[in-house]
Nanobody
Framework: QVQLVESGGGLVQAGGSLRLSCVASGLTFSTYAMGWFRQAPGKEREFVATISWSGATKNYANSVKGRFTISRDTPKNTVFLLMNNLKPEDTAVYYC??????????????????WGQGTQVTVSS
């Protein structure tokens, strides 16, 4: 049974930083691309970033490019999302997900096969 557990969310002022973590179990982590999505109140879940199985390929939504960095520590079955220069519009529940492909090219919800429970990020102005 695949389990993804996110942590690291919280309340931060605009311009601040947070680092989210997601620990995976129940899957061969080294063979999966991983992604982060977010969902703000009243909005659809949207793509944030993905990283390939090797860590060599990373893709970002335009809205976070240059501010967010996705990375992975494969021996620890963990994927991270470092978020810098946070803005109030980044406020959302952030979800970790396992990609159905190892290459990290997916950016749609249907491309991902397992999801965490989410962690709340709130950015105050």
């Amino acid at each position: 049974q695949v389990q993804l557990v996110e942590s690291g969310g919280g309340l931060v002022q605009a311009g601040g930083s947070l680092r989210l973590s997601c620990v995976a179990s129940g899957l061969t982590f080294s063979t999966y691309a991983m992604g982060w999505f977010r969902q703000a109140p009243g909005k659809e879940r949207e793509f944030v970033a993905t990283i390939s199985w090797s860590g060599a390929t990373k893709n970002y939504a335009n809205s976070v490019k240059g501010r967010f960095t996705i990375s992975r520590d494969t021996p620890k079955n963990t994927v991270f999302l470092l978020m810098n220069n946070l803005k109030p519009e980044d406020t959302a529940v952030y979800y970790c997900a396992a990609d159905s492909s190892p290459y990290g090219s997916g950016d749609k919800i249907d491309d991902f096969i397992s999801w965490g429970q989410g962690t709340q990020v709130t950015v105050s102005s």
